[in-house]
């Protein structure tokens, strides 16, 4: 079947342009994640949806930061007037449901590359 | 707050030695799963292993097993019979039992497999 699916998978944006990042999980899954990949480094926790509800949205670095999942499926994330310290690749991950003490794999999309300049 | 750490930022071997990539981790809890997850040069994060905390019995998948030390918080992946294909980032990552279940990732190390 059909894995998860980021689009666009490259973003160049000019400092102070707004940007929405567009994930499409598999069909099915409950969470979703957001993470943030500096280059050369490990993801980053951004946020996490359960269905259309965003139960966590700890690592989102500022209030430009913003995240929807509004019927529980695809989702966008969106960042207002974009900083090169946005530069970054931006995962998105889904897995089939969530909590209850036990461990659901997270799949994960390409990524999509923003660069801001 | 949970942490994990890949002291080895590259490492490259000849193809078919055995390797094995480092890991450590902090965390209060007593309970929770630890990943080894390969990213290709393409960035499709796919997941390698998993080791649920209170299993004593190590993990294995084909060539990939790990070494899980509880007590000593160390969570290695050894890798038989490398291939070319195996060459890839490697990130280790823990996740909590409960709530939002985010991974939290190490730094990576840069695995090459040369002919």
């Known amino acids: 079947g059909a894995g998860v699916s980021q689009s666009p998978r490259y973003k160049v944006a000019k400092r102070g342009q707004d940007v929405a990042l567009r994930c499409d999980p598999i069909?099915?899954?409950?969470?979703l994640f957001w993470y943030q990949q500096a280059l050369g480094q490990g993801p980053e926790f951004l946020t996490y949806?359960?269905?259309?509800?965003?139960?966590?949205k700890s690592g989102l670095p500022s209030d430009r930061f913003f995240a929807e999942r509004p019927e529980g499926s695809v989702s966008t994330l969106k960042i207002q007037r974009t900083q090169q310290e946005d530069s970054a690749v931006y995962l998105c991950?889904?897995?089939?449901?969530?909590?209850?003490?036990?461990?659901?794999?997270?799949?994960f999309g390409p990524g999509t590359r923003l660069t801001v300049t | 707050a949970q942490t994990v750490t890949q002291s080895q930022p590259e490492m490259s071997v000849q193809e078919a030695e055995t390797v094995t990539l480092s890991c450590t981790y902090d965390?209060?809890?007593?309970?929770?799963?630890l990943f080894w997850y390969k990213q290709p040069p393409s960035r499709q994060m796919i997941l390698v292993i998993r080791?649920?905390?209170?299993?004593?019995q190590n993990a294995t998948e084909n060539r990939f097993s790990v070494n899980f030390q509880k007590a000593a918080k160390s969570f290695s992946l050894k890798i038989s019979d490398s291939q070319l294909g195996d060459t890839a980032m490697y990130f280790c990552?823990?996740?909590?039992?409960?709530?939002?279940?985010?991974?939290?990732f190490g730094q990576g190390t840069r695995l090459t497999i040369n002919p």
């Open positions: 991950a889904s897995s089939l449901n969530a909590g209850g003490g036990s461990s659901y794999e997270q799949y």
């Open positions: 069909s099915g899954h409950v969470s």
């Open positions: 949806f359960q269905n259309e509800a965003q139960l966590d």
């Open positions: 965390t209060s809890e007593s309970n929770y799963y």
């Open positions: 080791q649920e905390a209170y299993k004593q």
């Open positions: 990552a823990l996740q909590p039992p409960q709530g939002a279940q985010k991974l939290v």
